[in-house]
């Protein structure tokens, strides 16, 4: 096991658990998640940051379940586990950017199941094909098989059936999904994993000091001001948080330092292990606080709106 991690296992007093947790987050994680991040989303400034904060969160919130659960998978390199971490949530970013081939590669993986067509594993590749076709049957290259076929139907078993008629030949799995959205003129994805990109050398991009410090106290003072609230308000409006794409914020407050876990655990008065077990759930709709609260949904809408009117009024910004 990482002796990093151990320590923050091993830490039994709350002062050390922060100070091994944030020498985890800060010191080790960071960097590597920054680096990793930056060389995989080049270009695109703007989403870098939620991508690293996504992949921060994620890091955290298994590390406090390692701490809670004895029996859970511990990290023999913390470093490895974290780059790893970090490359899988740029790849969850652009499907979620451009879901169509991930959904189609789905499909087919699904369909291929049926009977007619199989598929069968040869070189650390998998080979797809009609059912009569053994597998030693040789894959040959079919340039312009796109540009042969002639259906224009959706019923996708058909296209696969004309599909491996014209190339006559397995296709790897991976050639057979970029066939059929070639076809369909499903939009590829951008490459997650830029392979001539050294992430060692890309800086961390940050914003301005000033706009940070801005930032920073405008949230401190929401925060301090949500934790004034009546406890239904606070839940009412915290477990509700998302942004325009839907996305639960609340994880904005740990990751930005204004309340740790723990801290965000206790405004809502939960334990970390019911909140972190919430987590990915988040945020909930107003059905699910209403439950939650043993509350009507009315309720709960209108717990939110007088939250929102107070917080506006206390801040002096328009509700």
């Known amino acids: 096991m990482d002796?990093?991690?151990?320590?923050?296992l091993l830490a039994t007093d709350s002062e050390d658990e922060e100070e091994c947790l944030g020498e985890l987050m800060t010191r080790c994680a960071?960097?590597?998640i920054r680096r990793t991040v930056a060389a995989r989303l080049a270009g695109r400034w703007d989403e870098i940051e939620d991508v690293?904060?996504?992949a921060r969160l994620e890091l955290l919130l298994y590390l406090r379940r390692i701490k809670s659960k004895h029996d859970a998978h511990v990290i023999e390199d913390f470093a490895a586990y974290?780059?790893?971490l970090a490359r899988n949530t740029c790849v969850h970013y652009f499907r979620r950017r451009r879901p169509g081939r991930a959904r189609l590669a789905k499909q087919i993986r699904f369909l291929l199941q049926e009977p007619g067509f199989r598929t069968w594993q040869r070189n650390g590749v998998r080979w797809c094909g009609l059912?009569?076709?053994s597998d030693d049957r040789m894959a040959v290259q079919s340039p312009g098989l796109v540009d042969r076929l002639e259906t224009a139907t959706r019923d996708m078993a058909a296209l696969l059936r004309q599909v491996f008629a014209k190339a006559d030949?397995?296709?790897?799995?991976?050639?057979?999904?970029?066939?059929?959205?070639?076809?369909?003129k499903i939009a590829a994805e951008p490459d997650p994993l830029p392979l001539d990109v050294d992430a060692e050398s890309i800086p961390s991009p940050a914003p301005g000091i000033e706009i940070s410090i801005d930032r920073g106290r405008y949230a401190q003072r929401l925060w301090q001001e949500i934790g004034?609230?009546?406890?239904?308000?606070?839940?009412?409006?915290?477990?509700?948080?998302?942004?325009?794409?839907?996305?639960?914020?609340?994880?904005?407050f740990p990751l930005s330092g204004v309340a740790s876990f723990a801290e965000t655990a206790a405004v809502l008065e939960i334990s970390e292990a019911r909140l972190a077990s919430i987590w990915a759930e988040l945020p909930w709709d107003d059905n699910v606080i209403a439950r939650f609260l043993s509350r009507t949904r009315q309720q709960i809408i209108n717990l939110r709106m007088a939250a929102r009117k107070r917080l506006a009024?206390?801040?002096?910004?328009?509700?």
């Open 313 to 319: 009024n206390r801040l002096g910004v328009r509700p």
């Open 3 to 8: 002796e990093r991690v151990n320590a923050w």
């Open 30 to 32: 960071e960097p590597i």
């Open 52 to 54: 690293c904060s996504e």
């Open 169 to 184: 030949s397995p296709m790897a799995f991976d050639t057979l999904v970029n066939t059929v959205a070639d076809f369909w």
């Open 82 to 84: 974290v780059g790893t």
């Open 228 to 252: 004034l609230l009546p406890r239904p308000q606070r839940v009412a409006i915290l477990l509700n948080l998302r942004d325009g794409r839907g996305n639960s914020i609340l994880s904005l």
């Open 131 to 133: 059912a009569e076709w």
